[in-house]
């Protein structure tokens, strides 16, 4: 059954109870193009579809190849972008800025290039100063890891979002390149 374009031809008084119902169910729902704002066919076609279309998002990468400090903490330098809606990441700072409150998806792919045997890598997330997600993983062998952190976050309008690595023994390094080692976020909800 379509959705209705017109309000229907039931007549009033002739049969009360369906004509009730009927006309009741077109005023709140609105018929198909209606221009009435409260109706949810208006909702659905115009708030709902503006809230989708406007919604944020970005994925950022690293162009080139970084060295880490052993035993060091640092900042991924994510500073390319493949898309920013929203020009809510900074490739100088390498950091997401939250335009609104809302849940976040999150996901983080890091490939390290590996030295020496039994070196360990740290991947975190961060809000501000805070560790929010982590991942971690342990080399055999000269070789490459592949640091994968991914989850939800509910996010305060202004909170800085950035990812942290870090190595325990050698410099081992971060591989630049799209593929290799970014990050995404997308706001899912507010």
């Given at each position: 059954?379509?959705?209705?374009?017109?309000?229907?031809?039931?007549?009033?008084?002739?049969?009360?109870?369906?004509?009730?119902?009927?006309?009741?169910l077109e005023t709140k729902m609105g018929v198909d193009g209606s221009a009435v704002a409260s109706s949810l066919d208006y909702i659905v076609n115009h708030l709902a579809v503006a809230k989708i279309v406007n919604t944020t998002k970005a994925r950022v990468y690293?162009?080139?190849?970084?060295?880490?400090?052993?035993?060091?903490?640092?900042?991924?330098?994510?500073?390319?972008?493949?898309?920013?809606?929203?020009?809510?990441?900074?490739?100088?700072?390498?950091?997401?800025?939250?335009?609104?409150?809302?849940?976040?998806?999150?996901?983080?792919?890091?490939?390290?290039?590996?030295?020496?045997?039994?070196?360990?890598?740290?991947?975190?997330?961060?809000?501000?100063?805070?560790?929010?997600?982590?991942?971690?993983?342990?080399?055999?062998?000269?070789?490459?890891?592949?640091?994968?952190?991914?989850?939800?976050?509910?996010?305060?309008?202004?909170?800085?979002?950035?990812?942290?690595?870090?190595?325990?023994?050698?410099?081992?390094?971060?591989?630049?390149?799209?593929?290799?080692?970014?990050?995404?976020?997308?706001?899912?909800?507010?």
């Amino acid at each position: 059954m379509a959705f209705p374009t017109d309000k229907s031809d039931v007549v009033d008084n002739v049969d009360d109870v369906l004509a009730a119902h009927i006309n009741a169910l077109e005023t709140k729902m609105g018929v198909d193009g209606s221009a009435v704002a409260s109706s949810l066919d208006y909702i659905v076609n115009h708030l709902a579809v503006a809230k989708i279309v406007n919604t944020t998002k970005a994925r950022v990468y690293t162009s080139n190849n970084q060295v880490l400090v052993a035993n060091t903490e640092e900042i991924l330098e994510l500073n390319q972008e493949t898309f920013d809606i929203g020009s809510n990441f900074d490739t100088g700072t390498y950091k997401f800025t939250a335009p609104v409150t809302g849940y976040y998806q999150i996901d983080v792919s890091v490939r390290y290039a590996i030295n020496a045997d039994q070196d360990q890598i740290t991947t975190r997330v961060k809000v501000g100063d805070t560790v929010t997600l982590e991942g971690k993983g342990q080399a055999s062998g000269a070789s490459t890891l592949q640091g994968i952190v991914s989850g939800l976050l509910f996010l305060t309008a202004a909170d800085e979002v950035s990812v942290w690595v870090m190595n325990n023994d050698n410099a081992d390094t971060i591989s630049g390149g799209t593929t290799f080692t970014w990050m995404s976020i997308h706001l899912l909800s507010v």
